[in-house]
């Protein structure tokens, strides 16, 4: 074979596409969103494959969406479409009848694939055969499942300690895959478990968790429809969870007033148009927010704070604003937060974030006189320095208002992957509890690592110092998901083995170790078929409910495994005679995985027989029932600190945002239909004011830089777009600007990546 004369490309090529423009949308989904969607399914498949798997989406007993995590009505659902335009993209892309084999890697080298854009290497189809390239070689070629599987075995087991391995998790993975997935880590000696949480709502687990006790969300879908004021923070449900709208519109016809805060004006806020109601696809359709507050980036724990103030003062001068025995009885610490949050004065909060007294006043009167509030988020709350606590001052809002452990009330950290949720409830976590560790080892015969492990941006710092070796992705697109993009690719490059476990071909697996191995899987549509037949895997929405999800297609190949089959038989080869589990039999029928999980986890008494109820069932949720389960046993108002980000005359706050044609960093196509913007990625949106004063004009090319750390990071020709955005506030999409995310910028606590704050300046291009 030959050798590589360059490495590939860690980037999506800066190729421009053909940028047109129009105004913004102003309302959702609609007749387009309909034809979208047919386009999409049966576009990639024909119309007998596309309805079949079309009308078991998200249905009882049916395919879970490999979208987002979204959940399912409890009682009725739609027999006509119980998806939205987004979740049928989804489905095109992986139920696809278009194959990538190894005729198609025998015609194109890595490098030239690594030349072509996210979108072609997502075109091109399901994974058949398990694909291997070893150091100095130039393609991928096939390789036997056997020959695989023990060449992975022999690597862990070659390692100088199992803390050389990291084992990454994304949001598809099912509950089934996750709990053999971390089990097997742990028995091979490590907690390196890092997954796609550590880069989305990490930030959301760590506030939540010390507040209330609980990582999760306290809501239910039926509380949107008892709910008097919902407020959604940092948060694009048009495009990242569309079926929301249906909740949204459900509650505003029971009266509930709709607060948006987001520096975009997203038309996913501003009215939803029902593909399935006739009189919204011919009228103007239902208006959603009733006030939007076009803040600053990250100006959101000003903007809380400027609430509560005014709270505080409707307290002392009209009374009955708090829920006093609520405080009283559940709650701790609000003399404390009440005497800290007296220093800090209206005026400079509202000039922080941006927008009139005017307007904060009129969302202090409203939840006033509000008992029953849901607060929703995600990352544009979750992707900050100071996430953690902008989210407990959310909270601290909540309790003042005694608006959790109600209907109608609580939490609402909207999950983006469908199982990103269940991945975590089934031990994929870098820093387990001692209780949950204890469960291990008293069930299967080991003492599992004690010793926190590598979350995400550890991982990534590890790898880049050569301590992590080997690297194995149980799906998603690690790469590209990941901050500081070509930090991230010379620390995979410096890893012995890579192993990705895929659907579908992208980007990570043509940036790699000195060998690296594909292994093609199963999707959520695929009939998953095992010794003992026919077989379901499991999921947990956003909302803690567990529920089967039963594929139904014709796989790709008979070559393509499940990720449960995959797992068990790495683990039998590496593991050996160390290991009392008969791992491959596991497989034989995934009822034996399940009773596992349920000697293991709480909340899982019956899990085969309650899975197989109409719906599944709920996990249980303590701040749902006004129970906190946390050190303290109550609810804690916490002391959040305002930190501002100070900068400079040419210095711009950038955010990575998703275009509507993508999910995560899979993309469907090149257009943002809802921000008018088509057939072009490579584009920053401008507040039109700072173009001018840049020097710039419309359409212009510039190169964006970052310096964080003294490390010069350069993002390479996009387009100038005038935007409504506040002044010195940017928007760009991922993964394309990734670059400039630095790995050693993150939020407190979480870890997260700050994908959302990054100080960038711009060149332009003569």
Known sequence: ??????????????????????????????????????????????????????????????????????????????????????????????????????????????????????????????????????????????????????????????????????????????????????????????????????????SSGSALGEQLGLGKGSVTLEDFNHAQVIMILGQNPGTNHPRMLTALEEAKKNGAKIVSVNPLIEAGLLAFKHPQHLSDMLGSGTKLSDHYLQIKINSDIALIKALLLLLVKKEATIGNVFDRNFIQNNTLGFEEFLADLSQYKLEDLVKECGINLEQIEEVADLLANSQRIIACWAMGLTQHKNSVVTIQELVNLLLLKGSIGKQGAGTCPVRGHSNVQGDRTMGIFERPSKAFLQKIEENFGFTPPQKHGYDVVAAIKAMQASSGKVFIGMGGNFLSATPDTEFTAQALRNCTLTVQVSTKLNRSHLVHGKTAIILPALGRTDEDRQAGGAQFVTTENSMGVVQMSKGNLTPPASTVWSEPKIIAEIAQRTLRKRTQLDWLSLTHHYDSIRNLIEKTIAGFEDYNERVRQDGGFYLPNGPREGVFTNTAQKALFKICPLETIQLATDEYLMMTIRTHDQFNTTVYGLDDRYRGIFNERRVILMNQEDITSAGLQQYDLVDLHNYHGGVHRLAEKFIVVPYNIPRQNVATYFPEANVLVPIDSVADVSNTPTSKSVIIKLTKII
């Not at 694939?113 to 096939?142: A, N």
């Not at 390789?143 to 391995?165: F, G, R, V």
């Open 1 to 202: 074979m030959n050798t590589i004369d360059q490495q590939p490309s860690a980037q999506p090529p800066q190729d421009l596409t053909g940028l047109q423009q129009t105004e913004p949308a102003h309302v959702a989904a609609g007749f387009k969103a309909v034809s979208n969607a047919i386009k999409h399914v049966f576009g990639a498949m024909n119309v007998a494959r596309g309805t079949k798997i079309l009308l078991t989406l998200n249905q009882k007993g049916g395919v879970d969406c490999p979208s987002c995590a979204w959940p399912d009505p409890d009682g009725e659902r739609s027999s006509v479409a119980e998806y939205c335009e987004n979740g049928a993209k989804a489905i095109a892309e992986e139920a696809t009848t278009l194959k990538t084999g190894p005729v198609f890697f025998q015609r194109y080298s890595i490098q030239e694939l690594s030349e072509k854009s996210d979108y072609w290497l997502g075109q091109q189809g399901r994974l058949t055969h398990p694909m291997i390239v070893r150091e100095g070689e130039t393609h991928y070629h096939k390789i036997e499942w056997d020959e695989a599987l023990d060449l992975i075995a022999e690597h862990l087991n070659a390692l100088p300690t199992p803390d050389d391995a990291i084992f990454y998790t994304s949001g598809r993975t099912s509950n089934e895959a996750a709990f053999l997935y971390q089990l097997f880590a742990r028995q091979l000696g490590t907690n390196n478990l890092p997954d796609c949480s550590n880069m989305c709502h990490e």
